[in-house]
């Protein structure tokens, strides 16, 4: 994979709250609005904490505060920009919007409204309620704003081994999966299911996080067509072999693959987001047909 040194960042997608603190208090959870206005509390995965590795500290990744920072050090005259996760990440932040701007009406008959990034560091205010680097990434639907503490990436490459710099626009793919979930009308027709069906409530949102795999990899199908906002690709590169590291970090965060190095069992009862081998899958199904309509993973399960 290799990023254009001639795209241009688009700093008003991002919400660089790194050093700033905020809610949180590692607990692990945050309320999730339903569909119905309400709250529910979900006990998100702990991927840091289960991997004990804790937090990072403050800004370790450098930058953070305001969004004046990524305007002026991840602008194309820096040409070390490439060498900074901030940078990359917005970068990736752009394909993947920009992707979804014109393929949401195409293919879902829906307006794309955007939503921002925020890079924060430690603890952060969202509109799902505070959170904590041990939630992981993850979209509110709430505030349509996806959210990650850039040093998550540190631990899904030291703790569970995917190394691979495309794992990070997948991560972001994933996440903004959710939010085209939340356009369409999917996201709040899984929550109806699980009200009226909660003995299916954890298949039902293993099916919505599955969905947001097949989602990532039809963004990664098309990615290296992706533009900047004034026509630059964003990439010059993305082979299968970057695509492959994409899918190495899809089947190290399966539920089953978590709750080994937790130390027990598998427990497919437990499980939220799907086995590593499901999520493999859905993410090659996106790729491999390059087309949203193909991820259909709930088959009539919210009729």
Known sequence: MSLNDN???????????????????????????????GLIVTIIVVLLGLAGGGYFGVNALGGGGDNGNIATDCGSANPDRDQRTDCRNALYVESIQNFWQSETPDVFGKRYSRARTEFFSGSTDTGCGPADTGVGPFYCPADDEVYIDLSFYDQLANQFGATGQFAQPYVLAHEYGHHIQDIVGTEAAMRDAQQRNTGDASKLSVMLELQADCYAGVWAKHAEST?????????????????????????????????????????????????????????????????????????????
């Open 7 to 37: 795209a241009q960042v688009d700093p008003s997608q991002i919400d660089d709250r790194r050093g700033m603190g905020g809610g949180g208090g590692g607990l692990g959870f945050m309320p999730i609005p339903t569909s119905r206005g």
């Open 227 to 303: 533009t900047d906002t004034h026509g630059t690709p964003i990439f010059t590169s993305v082979t299968p072999q970057d695509f492959q590291e994409a899918v190495t970090a899809a089947g190290a965060v399966g539920d089953g693959t978590i709750q080994k190095k937790m130390g027990g069992g598998v427990d497919e009862s437990a499980f939220t987001h799907g086995s590593s081998a499901q999520r493999e899958r859905w993410l090659r199904t996106g790729y491999d047909s390059g087309d949203p309509k193909s991820c259909d993973t709930f088959g009539g399960a919210l009729s």
